[in-house]
């Protein structure tokens, strides 16, 4: 491994680490707020248990994340200075407002874990609420960053010289709005069906299932409706990028030559020394439909683009389509699981939807982390489109392959560690919320009917 592919490596194992940590902290909130809303409102003790259960998962994930947040931004400047030394102050307004951002979620959380029964019951829960918002600020601000490099805004690019620096335009560019659209529901997608199984193999095992299944209709709704509004999202993304980046969209349908009508691939293994794909299904028009709303549209294929430009085609088809493999059965599982609704059926007696939520558990981050491979790798060779080349702005230090193991190492760890706190905290239910142990099965049934 040379100090590019680990510079590379060390980033992209940095970024997949810190961006579950950045969806829970975006989301978990918002469930939390809800549920502290209901035991407001209801009274019921069971909601202001699961309020409490929910801001220490809260805490441990705001923790780990701060920690790989700043490590990453360390290696920004350690790994690619040529790229800060001309991008920081182009496209350093969004990280600086980030951290602004981090820092009232900080104190608003600080202020809801101690704040019980010494503050204003609403003020409270506006606290929790500010963890949310600030959060969810955080995470679009850093989108708008990596959106920058998508598609670079904000200065004008005379002779190697970046002149005539505008912040404002730089981070409200092109890309911002679809990217930081389909992250945000990405985000609510993934914490919400990763949060709904947990709950639900709790359920399963009737193990404090009262308390489980009313945890589980809040993360549940949550993910699903994100999980309904992905595919627009999707779309909104797939048209912005044909316009934009013709050549991240060829590879993502390992389109290697210009087509009127283009077929939409589904699967299909990609042979990039022959520029074939096998074993493909193709839906005709459809890709033509998707990048230009026309099924007739000509799709720009690689054929037209040069050939040092074009991004690892495998690796971005293959990560496209378990972006997009996952997102739709995710959103099979939404549909049904709002028909059950409909139909006013008990969740404890449809135990087939509990192990859906169950086996869906990693699956929205399967997706999440698919789909930052389809925006990074599909952006190469450039680390800002167009402008600057990804080996052009690697650090000339040696010794990146050492860093990269010394992080991987920290990474594993931190990953142990949160496992284990995670799992001491759903071990500590029944004695932690006792109370709620106590009501049976038969007042979930009822529960759930109602």
């Known amino acids: 491994m040379d100090d590019f592919i680990a510079a590379r490596s060390q980033m992209a194992l940095s970024l997949g680490f810190h961006i579950i940590f950045s969806c829970i902290g975006m989301v978990m909130p ?16 069971v909601y202001k248990n ?10 441990i994930f705001f923790a780990t994340g701060a920690v790989s947040g700043t490590m990453l931004s360390f290696e920004l400047g350690l790994l690619w200075p040529r790229f800060m030394d001309h991008a920081g102050p182009i496209f350093g307004m969004p990280f600086s407002l980030e951290g602004t951002a981090f820092f009232i979620e900080a104190i608003a959380l600080g202020f809801f874990l101690y704040g019980w029964n010494k503050l204003n019951r609403w003020f409270h829960w506006f606290t929790g609420m500010v963890v949310g918002v600030s959060g969810l600020a955080s995470g679009i601000l850093v989108v708008a960053a990596n959106a920058w490099m998508n598609s670079p805004a904000g200065f004008d690019f005379v002779n190697g010289q970046y002149l005539n620096i ?32 947990v709950h639900a193999l709790m359920i399963l095992r009737n193990r404090n299932a009262y308390f489980h299944l009313k945890a589980f209709k809040i993360a549940a709704v949550f993910a699903c409706i994100a999980a309904l509004l992905q595919p627009l999202s999707g779309d909104i993304s ?44 193709k839906i ?16 720009r294929g690689l054929d037209q683009i040069p050939e040092n430009d074009h991004p690892p085609v495998a690796i971005t088809h293959y990560a496209f389509q378990i972006m997009v493999g996952i997102g739709t059965l995710l959103l099979l599982i939404s549909l049904i699981y709002f028909f059950i609704l409909f139909k006013k059926k008990s969740l404890t007696e449809k135990r087939w939807l509990l192990k859906l939520f169950v086996f869906a558990i990693p699956l929205g981050y399967l997706a999440l982390e698919a789909g930052w491979v389809v925006t990074e790798v599909g952006r190469q060779p450039w680390i800002i489109y167009g402008i600057m080349r990804t080996q052009d702005a690697v650090t000339p230090m040696p010794g990146i392959t050492y860093s990269f193991y010394i992080f991987s190492a920290i990474y594993v760890s931190l ?20 109370k709620t142990d106590q009501i049976n099965l038969t007042t979930d049934r009822e529960d759930a009917h109602r």
Not at 50 to 59: F, H, P, Y
Not at 254 to 260: C, G, I, P
Not at 284 to 299: D, I, R
């Open 238 to 281: 797939a048209k912005d990028v044909a316009k934009r980046q013709p050549a991240k969209l060829a590879a993502m349908e390992a389109l290697y030559k210009t087509e009127k009508p283009a077929p939409l691939l589904v699967g299909g293994i990609v042979n990039e020394k022959d520029k074939t794909v096998t074993g493909a299904i």
């Open 166 to 197: 505008d912040p404002i335009q730089a981070m409200f560019n092109k890309a911002w709005f679809t990217q930081a659209l389909h992250m945000c529901l990405a985000a609510f997608t993934a914490t919400g069906f990763a949060v709904a199984g």
């Open 30 to 45: 918002f469930f939390m707020a809800v549920s502290h809303y209901k035991w407001l409102k209801t009274g019921e003790e």
């Open 284 to 299: 005709p028009g459809a890709l033509s439909f998707l990048a230009h709303g026309n099924f007739n549209a000509e799709v």
């Open 415 to 434: 990953s142990i560690i949160v496992t284990f706190l995670l799992y001491r905290q759903i071990k500590m239910v029944p004695v932690l919320y006792h």
């Open 50 to 59: 699961l309020t409490k259960a929910w801001s220490k998962g809260v805490a």
